[in-house]
Every structure is written in C-alpha cells, then in structure tokens.
C-alpha cells in the first residue's frame, strides 16, 4: 500500500484537521477548576452561539454526536412519548432505533435515501394529530449517508402550518460550520452537532443548541439522565465550567476552530462548500455517474454520495482507490452498502484539495474497472477556474 | 500573575500529560472505518485489559468518567434495583446521587470522609439482606475529594462471607495505573476508569472493564439505554471499530499511553507512586499539618489531602500558591470547601517534579501565613535521597 | 487571497514536511553532552551514510546548504587553487561565486541552463590541464533552477579518461534521498547536501559525504576555516557529538526522516519521484508548454521548470496560483526571471498531491491568460492510473 | 535510569523549550519568497533589535553561535589584525582560538576563570597601545563555563578613557533575554548572539548585532568569507528576505519567543533571572560548597558553577543526579573538568523548577556522598518566599 505523502481523508467526517488545530490541542492540559479555565468555558460557549445563530444555551458534551442525540431525547421528552421523525437514510434510521432504546416511541415517515425530508408530508402528519400526541418533530438537516439536505425552513413552515406544538429537533452533525443553519431564524428548538466535521476538529466533543421552549420542556420532563442532564449543566456554564471533567484539549481547539470560522466568514465558509460540491457534481455528471440524491434542491454541500453501476462493488472500488492513492472514502451504509461511495468536501478544505480527491476517484475508477466517462477532473477544474475568475472581479468591484 | 516556565499541575487529575502522549495524539485524525483503525482499536482495547489485569472485554467510551459511571449501572441493574454503595467523600457521593437519577434504590453505608470503605460493615449489611434485594455493591477505589483508599479485596471478601450474589462495582478513575489493581485476582464486576489521570491523557475517554457476570447481567437488564450500551459496542470492538464515531486522536494517546506504562512496567509504576506518595506525607507531618485520611492504611498513592489548622481557608492558600507559583492544587469538594486542599502526585511524575510540588506547597503556605513548621520539604528530600541510595543498590545487587 | 485548507508548498524546496517529522521535532531540546545525545549522534551520523551510500564519514552542519558548499571548498582547497566549474543554471554560478569570494580561481565551463553538464567537455578540459593545476571538479547533480541532473558517473569517467587527480565534488541540495546518488561507486569525494528537499525536513542542516582522497587533502589544506573545519568535527563524531551546538530538534527530525526513507526503500523513492516527474512531463506537454531541460537524458525527477510563451511574465502567473489556490510554485531565477516557473515534485509526496498541483497550475494559466491547451492534469491522470495498474500488477506477481 | 516526569534539563543552555514556542515552530514549513515569508522575516530582524537594545541591523544565521563568533571577526576584520581578547573561561578560550585560525593575531589578557574581565587591564593595555595595532576588543558578556559577568558598560569606558578606536565585540550567547544588555547604549560594535539560551528556541539560529561603526569596518574588510557576509545579507534583510535559505521553522519560534519576552517585560525577565541566581546562590552557600565566582559584583544570573571539594569528582556527581533523578546539570570544562559543575538557571523558568532542580542537587549530593550541609533547599525557598511577598506588597503598593 502507497503510504506516502499527505493522506487524503475524504470521508464525510471526521475531516482534515487543520495544523493550527491540532496544535492548539497539543498544548498541556489545565485545571479544569482554575480561573483561566473559566475564561476559555465561557469563549467556547458563547463562540458556539454564533455558530448556530442561536441566543440560548449550547450545551458542549465531551462525548461524540452520537451521545448529543440521545441528549436531546432525554432533557425533553417523557418516556412513551410520541416523536415525528423522517427516513431520509441510515442516520436518521439511527436515531430513530435510538429514540426506539429509550423508550419513546417513534413514528417513521418513510423515505427512499435520495432526499431530504419532504416538509409537506411533515405537515399532512401532524394536521392529522389534532391530539397533539406528537411531542417532537425529528429530523436530520444534512443526511450523512446520501448526501441530501432537508430544508429546515420549509419544515418550521409545516409545523407552524399546522398549527402544531410540537418541538422541532435537528441534527446538524454534517452540515454545521459547512451548510448555511439558523437556529433561532428557523425556530429549532434542539440542535445537535459534533466536533469532527465542519467544525475541523478531532471527534470527541458534541453540542445540544437548545431554545426556550426547550428548555421549559426539560423542566417538566421525567426521562431518566445523569450525564446528560442540561439541568446539571446549566449552573456551571453561567461561569464558564462543568459539572464534571470537561474534554480540556478538545475545548482548546475549539476555541481555535470558532476563531478560524469567523476570520474567514461564516457565508465564506458556506460559499466554499458550496462551490466545492458544485465542482464535484460536476465531475460526477461529466464521469457519466449518478449522483444519490436525486433531488436538486436537496444537494448537500459537505458531501456527495454517488451510486455505482449495477455490477460494480463500491467497496472494491474503495480499496482500490485506498490502497494505490492513500485516500479514505465514505462507504454506502446499511441498504446502501456495496452500491454507493461518498465524497466528503468538507472542514478545511480547497480547490486543490478537491482537485487531488476528485482525481483519485477518477484514477480508482479505471482502476476497478468500472465503467465511466474521462473528464471529469476535468470539469471540475473547469468550473474551479471560472469561479476563481468570477471571485477575483468580484474583489476588484468591492474595493 | 507570574506565568513563566512550566505550570504545576497538581491537581488530582488531569494530570501533565508527558509531551510523548500529546505528540502521539497531535496528528491527523484517521478515517475511523479503515482497516488500519481496526488494528488501533484492537491494540487499545486488548491492552487496556493487561492495565485492568482482567481477561473479560473492557469498553471504551468516548466520554468522561461520569459517563463511565452511568454505563456501569444502567447495562446491569433494572430501574428499581437497590444498590449498596459506601459514602467515602464527593465522589462516592455524586455517584450515589446518579443512581438516584437514573431510578435505582441506592443505600448509602455512612462514612466520614477521612477513609475508605470498612468492608465489615458491608459484610454486615450484605448478611442482613437475606433476600438479596441487593443487587450491586458499589465502592470507590481511592476517593479523589479525600485521598482514601478501599482495599477492593477486602471488599470482595466480605461479599464472599456474605454469600451475597451482589455484583462489585468500583470506580479506579483516579487510581489505575497509579495503585495496584486486580479486576481478576479481586472478582470485581464492572470496573469504571478515566483517561485523565494514572493513564496520563487529556479527559475525554473512560471505561468498563467487564466481567462475565456482569455480562450476564446485562442480557436481562432494563434500564434504557443507546449511548452506553455494552451490547452495541461488543459487536464493532471484536474487529477493533466502535458503533459509532470514537475519539480517534485520543486513542492514539491511549496506545502511546500503555506502551509507556509497560515500559516502565506496572509494578514500578506502582512503586513510584507509592514513594512519592509517603515522601509527600514525610513532608505534610514535618510541617505539622494533618493529613486528611485517618487511616494510615488506606492512604492514597495518587493524591495527598491536607487539611488547614480551624481558621484558615484553604482556597485563599491555594491562590497564593497558583498566583505566585504557577501550580494549581486540589480544592477540597462540597463540605471540605476551603478546610481542605489536595496535592496530586500520581501519572508523568518524578521526584524533582515532587520536590518543585511540595516547595511550592511550603513557600505557599507562608505567603498565606498559615502557621506550620518549615522543614517539610527537607524532610521529603530525605526519604527520597535514601530511596534512591536503596535503589542504586538494588540495581547493583540484582546485576 | 483564498487560505482555507492545506497549503501546497510546490517550490523545489523546502519541501511538504510530514507530521511525523514535524512531531519528531516537536519535543523537549536534550543536553548535547548527554549520552542518550550520543546515541542520537551515531545514529544519524551513521544514517546519512546509508543515504549517500558512503563508507566515508557525513559531517552533519548545524547551517543551510550554502554553509556546505563553502566547508566542501575552505576543507579541500588552498588559497588560489583553480577549480573547474560548469555552469548549469543560477545555483551552479552561486557556488562558482563563492568559490571567488573565497579565494579560489574558478574556471566556469558555459552552459545553456537546460541541461546538466557535459562529461566531454569536462573530459577535454582536464586533458588540456597536463599540469594538473585543476584542483577540484565541481558540478551541480540536480540544478534547481533550471530542473536539469547532471550524470556524475559520466562525469567520473570523464575525470578518469583524462587520468586527471582532481578532487570531484558534487551539489546534490535538491536530489538527495529523491534521485538515484551512490557516492562511493561513483568516486565522489565531497558531496554537498542540505536538509530541507528529499530529506523532508525544515531547512537548517546540510551535510558534507567525504571520500579518504578528500580527508588525505584536507589535511594538507591551508585555507581558512573554524565553524567548518571537519578536523574539528571529527573527533567529536566519533562518538556522537559535534564540537559546538548542534541543532538538536533538527537531529531528531533526521532521525526520523531516515527511518522513513527505509521504511519505503530507497529505490521505492527513487521510482516515485521517476513516475510523478514523467507525470508532470505530460502534462506541461499537453498544455503545449516547453520544459526548460532540453536534454531528455538530464530530465530531473525533483523538479520540473516550464517556460511560458514569450510576453507573458511567469510571476503574474505564479501570482495568480498563490491568491487563488493557496499553492507556491518555484520562480525562475536571474536570467530566466519572469520567464519560467518551476513546479517541485519532490519529498514527501504522492499522487493525488501531484494532481492537486497540476491541477493548480492549468487553471492558474487560464486566470492568468497564457495560452495553452487544456488536459495537462487528464494526461498526467491517465499515465499514473496507467503505472498504479502495473504497480498491483507487479506487486502481485512478486507474491 | 529513572526517566519518567519531566526531564530537567539544567545546563546552561539550550534551555527547556517552552510548549508555546515548540508548537508555533511545530507548523508546516513555508515559501521562504513568498510574501508571507517577508512579513515574518522583518517582524524578527526588527524584533532582535528591540531585544539587543540596538537601531542598527541584526544579522541572523541559520546556524549555531559558534557560527556568529566566526562572522563577527570575518566582517570586520583583515587578516593578521591585532584583536584584543579576555582570558575569562572556556569559551573566551575557544573565541581566541578561533580569531587564530582564521588569521588574526589575538592577545589574549589572562584571567583566572573566576571573575569577568577586568576593565582596567583592557585599559592600561589599550594606553600601550599607541599605534593602534588593536583593531578589536573581545569580550564574553556571561562566560558560560564559569558563570562569571563582564560589566560591558566598564569595557566601555575603558576603551573610551584610552582614547582608543578598536572595534568593541561582545559575545552574549549566554546573557542575551537574561541578563540585562544594551548595545546602543554601551556602544558595542557587534554583539553576538544565539537562540537555545534567553530566547527559549532550540539551537540552531545565532546572531550578529551591528553598529554603524562595524558596517563600516566591514566596507574595507579583506578576509575571505561567503556564508557569513554581511554585505550579502544586507540587501534581501531590507524587505525581509534572506539570501540563500533561512530556518524556517526556527524563525516562527523566534517570533514567538521575541512576543513571549515583551508580554513579561525584559525588565521583569531580568528581575527573575537574578531573583533565580539569588536563590541558587544562597542554596550553594548553605551547602557548604564554593561558587566558582570569586567577584560578587561578577555573579551570573542566568547560570552558577560550583566547585566540589578537593577529591570528589564533579562528574561522578552529575552522573548520579542524572540517573537518579532525571536532570542534566552542565560539566566542568576543559580545566574545571571533574571539579566544577554548572546549573542552568536561564530561560522559561519559574521558582518551583528552581526548587526542584536545586533538590536534586541536594539529594545528588547525598548520593555521590559529596561532604556538605543539608539546608540548601531551605534557604532558597525562604528567599523566593520573601521576594514573592515583597513582590505582592509591591503590586499592591502599584495599585
């Protein structure tokens, strides 16, 4: 296997840390007790807030995204209640089981992993339940395993629509610091979001951005929790601290990663995802390949997946690609396994970089031997540089 | 504040994480899928079995400590179940407030903050509980707020005596790989620890170590659960992966991290501590302060508490030392507050590290005018002087 | 100007240094006169033999390559010595103007600065020196301005053929450890090398290789000289240490560098800059550009230099790919100024980096207005899937 | 050997690396033409001067201090020029020998490797010298080898009270960032320094501080020299280049290392460098033991040799420390081998670090079975206590 240089982790997160990230996590860890510590707790927890464009709380779990959802369940929901989710792939399959584990009782809308939530059938579901038995609407913005976004927006509308009480909860876990996201705008009450995607770094640490609404809901909520209780937590983040041993290095870089996100700009950021997936569509479409998510509307910005031809092993193409040009793919999930691969084009990310991912997949592509069209590297480069020309006329005009 | 040169991270833990263990975690974050993960997993996962000393699988959560305490109770016992668990200090007492949370019937064996567990009185509770409504025995090996530590065998004949079928928990957060321990050899059930003290990490993982019984206990247990259920994780780990994303860079600190301790080789970790320990102690009595542990055989090896003479608070000693220092010290927990503070001495540490922790302590001591006799240090000196000639000779004997 | 992502540092050095090496350098500075320095010493001490492929001793200096071409001469030479030069491009004048300013008579065989230099011209010119007044014959192996290699085995029998005693020393900044260099079978007596090419480490060590017929010399050698001296070197060497302060954390990095470089094999690393030099050579061919070297035979598999078609000024064109693809390529230097630009190919790299590079530079020419004809990146794609293809190919007929 | 903790390394220099500067040198490394590069070249080039206290240039190479010894004598003086040295150690020792063999004729005043230079033998020798033959006075600010001071500012006058018009170089390679310095104002003509000492940095940098009088000494110099040319340097320095490939890496640190400086105040580094020799003192003293500086008024702050009794071998002493208790302490040299040995109280370095380093020179001598008195420890913490309760009187006086 090919080891060298610099390798190329183009799954849909984690993401490649960036240098300066990862050095200011290297750096001793301190008294989680002290008053400096105090000081960096409070940069965290209000930079956080301007990340998902929220005013209220952001509770920062050390533990993984995972944990994050099951955070957002138990604060505000009883045992047995009814929660709306939506099918829009194996995350949001996920999360379900686990609503399912701790004894909610979930209601599926089904979908076929090729979109995002339809808002409309949201809608329709909850006009129905004039009993207000649905405490919470569940749904993934950004469907890691297909690579389809649900407008979240267009969801708030549905619920307000129908005239419907229940709490809007939304997984941000591959879209956040990446795709556009307002929590307060939007009227989410629950956000949950991790470390190691757009925010750039190492997993480990997971959010729950949480509204008024929400947090009136914990107050009066039976669930049983201990770790993840935002009760116990609220008290010692007024003052910047945890109620127990907060993942010191990874808080370090997070402070460094919320600075690096606002010295760029946060619409820069989208921006670049966004060309970034255009670019790979486009290599995608001229390789003659079919892009997963078939609803335009819907593209994500953070990653593409795309479907083989009938025949062709996505995981054999994988190796392939891993073993001759040290680069990871995403791999397709559950139902999706064998038949899709995934292009991760988020976090710290360029044109370059993007151009190396894309002709890796190219390069792998012959060498699985599955059938394609040449060029798209090529179209992508294309597109890259009309950007690039388009952006630097556009610095010329503003200045 | 006087900030120059190298901080004193003198707290219980976390402790100063070795620059060899932060370089192992300051690289790129690894696709967490790959087969390469697979055999980091599988290194991380059978060596933390050799730092247990056990044979049955230990999990490793992505989590704090607090998580690893909640995954212990709620993958054994059902909501209800009563707990036997012993009031050592604020430890023992927040775990005993969680298993309130999550819906057990904890029993609280009172205690008075200046020892560790007396097994007869467990014993003696256990042969009162003919009917066996006890369904776990809970105890904290060293008790981080006090210093104290429970002779886990002991404790486990006790049971024994008893002829109780209770399951054994204990929390080695802040003893393994510091003070010798025996998941085996002690029949101990579950087995709860964290990263961020003997082990030498930065907070951000914690662990089960998990006997038969208790996995068996786990395949009728009620208590809900996803985040921390053993049997999600069982299936992934047998090929070294997780169920879902780990704290990848922390677990090549983790694999750094039981190769040093090998290195050095347990026991001998066992004994520096052991001889920092009892030089700290050496230093506390010339100084004619009262160690808080009453009970000279259950000090601890990893941490030292001292409490200040009636009068004088022990936060306003502990920011002297830390504003003229540069050393953090423990503050003493809930009814300690300010009576007490705690000298760290457990993980990356040597005698000249100690030597620099006590000074600081007798320079601190003072600056804060409490009234002491000097000579502490020099007393440490002493002993650790003649065990050093002791050594030297062994060297050479053993030759 | 666009700095999300990973900078692609594409000039012909200093090179993409790897996080394994940058860790490696990345800990405590230890005492120089310790003998755990000692073991460090030998041990790269012994190493760079290993890289010059050289029975003869490595003089390690704690200075950039320019440090190691005046210690090649002040150790060699006396006062008024005539040397033989040959002009292959800037660095090669650089040097022949040092030899000046320190005292040397220079005679500068002329080059054309696209190809390596002449072994009959070498050949002639010592015939002509029948009283052997030639000191020292000194050529560049890979000039890193124009991407030229000289090949030393023809120079060494040109110098035979002529039975001429002159010393042969040879610049090898930019080839070593990336193009095929074998010291003692080549009758090389002083070869010149630095740190920071295909030794993947910052810049900040160069090297002296010396031959026994180099060491005879230098005994009798009445230049001027402290810091390079090598007698001074010597006797410290011997045991690991250096007569002044050696640049420390730079060893450790050396260290690791040759570990790696024998981890992958020397001539594994040869053939991988060989296939990304051809690589590149198609693509800048099928952008219908000229490369610099026009001798097919002294093509350089560090570097490749690119002239642009006249009226068009290649900074403005390197400028171009800094703003808009956070990449550096090389600039041409004196003479070829504006003229050419240089893309470097060496050190830790691989594949996909070279597409995220050529990738650069084809839509760096379309911002920047040169004409060219696209597919440059498709043509180098096609070949290196091509050589992937034979490389599984082989790997599997070798099992 | 006992390697675990810290290690604490004591000799005079390179000092322990603060984790700030490890890591800002720990970043990939850059275009040394780009320019980026160019910002960074004049923010430390015009940073030095603020640290040497001098408005004219500073030359810094990528090389280590013996290295700027050698530019200073080859930018300003001509072969066979008489130059004026000072007998003060080793390293005094090693400046005159190199003045020989790089062709100068040095004089070398004796001193007794106990004291600093005497001003006024300089004096009465410069009187003598009628004709002007000196060209240049050489002096060793902080003699490393001893740990003795010469007041420059003494030297000064000397020079001026002869009326005589030799050049004034000081070497401050152990003094510079510790002790205080002002070339402009003591009129120094070219001050040398290097990077592993005051200024926290590995080795591997050094530098030559300039006057305007040693410029012009420098338009007429005739000595050979290249890589150490001043007059090369001088042009690209302008806008921050360099002219043949700088320490990349290195440079960042020193950036890092000239803020770290400032955010202290070079005042209060000074204040602490002599509150840490105070302290050492008082420790050796107490001890029973000699300080190898016979004039008080000549005590170095940034190290202490001490002398062993007749008999006992410094080495052996070292050697036991380091084995025991994991500190390098600096040797003997050349003379005072076996009979002195030196401690590093310089560079990131606060009072426990100076406990503990002074404890394991107490317990080092208890094992060597060195004859002393216990105390020494003691003392010096009684010391740092009252200069730590002077200071807090006097921030509150401040106030």
Redesign the interface.
């Known amino acids: 296997m ?8 183009q ?1 849909p ?8 990230i ?2 200011a ?10 008053p400096e510590f105090g000081e960096l707790g409070l940069r965290v927890l209000n930079g956080m807030k301007t990340i998902f464009k929220c005013s209220g709380p952001v509770f920062i ?7 994050a ?2 955070a957002a369940l138990v604060n505000t929901l009883n ?1 047995g209640d009814h929660v709306l989710m939506y099918e829009t792939g194996h995350f949001s399959t996920l999360w379900k089981s ?1 609503a399912l ?3 909610l009782q979930p209601e599926f809308l089904q979908g076929d992993w090729r979109s995002g939530a339809d808002a409309n059938a949201i809608e329709n579901r909850l006009r129905d339940d004039t009993a207000h038995d649905i405490k919470a609407v569940c749904v993934v913005h950004n469907e890691t395993s297909t690579g389809a976004v649900t407008p979240i927006d267009q969801v708030r509308e549905a619920i307000d629509a129908a005239g419907h009480p229940a709490l809007l909860m939304v997984d941000t876990i591959s879209s956040l610091a990446s795709i556009d996201y307002r929590q307060d705008e939007w009227g989410v009450d629950v956000t949950v979001g ?1 470390s ?1 995607k757009g925010l750039m770094l ?3 640490l997971s959010f729950n951005a949480v509204s008024d609404k929400a947090l009136a809901a914990a107050k009066t909520c039976a ?5 993840w ?1 935002w009760e116990d937590m609220a008290g010692p983040n007024a003052t910047g601290f945890f ?8 808080l370090y870089g997070l402070a460094e990663a919320i600075d690096m996100l606002h010295e ?1 700009g946060l619409e820069n950021v989208f921006a ?1 995802h966004d060309r970034h997936a255009e670019a790979t569509r486009r290599a995608v479409q001229a390789w003659g390949l079919e892009i997963l998510c078939s609803e335009p509307n819907h593209y994500s910005s953070s990653l593409t997946a795309v479907r083989l031809p009938e025949g062709h092993d996505a995981d054999a193409f994988r190796k392939a690609v ?7 793919l995403g ?1 397709g999930l559950s139902k999706l396994a064998g038949r899709v691969f995934r292009i991760g084009h988020l976090g ?6 993007l ?3 894309l ?2 997949v ?2 792998g592509l ?2 699985a031997a599955v059938p394609f069209e ?2 798209g ?2 179209a992508a ?2 597109y ?2 009309s950007e ?2 388009g ?2 006329g556009g610095q010329e005009a503003a200045e």
Do not use: C
């Open positions: 090919r080891k060298q240089g610099r390798h190329f982790l799954i997160g984690p993401t490649n840390v960036p240098d300066r990862l050095r996590m290297d750096l001793p860890t301190m008294d989680h007790r002290s779990y050390p533990a993984s995204g995972t944990g959802w099951e045992p686990m584990k701790i004894g991790g190691q190492p997993p480990g669930s049983m929790k201990a770790f209780s109620p127990y041993t907060p993942a010191t290095n990874l760029e670049r891993a073993e001759n040009f040290n680069m990871s791999n710290d990310f360029n044109d370059l970089m151009a190396g991912t002709s890796g190219e390069m012959e060498l040449r060029g590297v090529q480069l294309s890259l540089a690039a020309r952006n630097a």
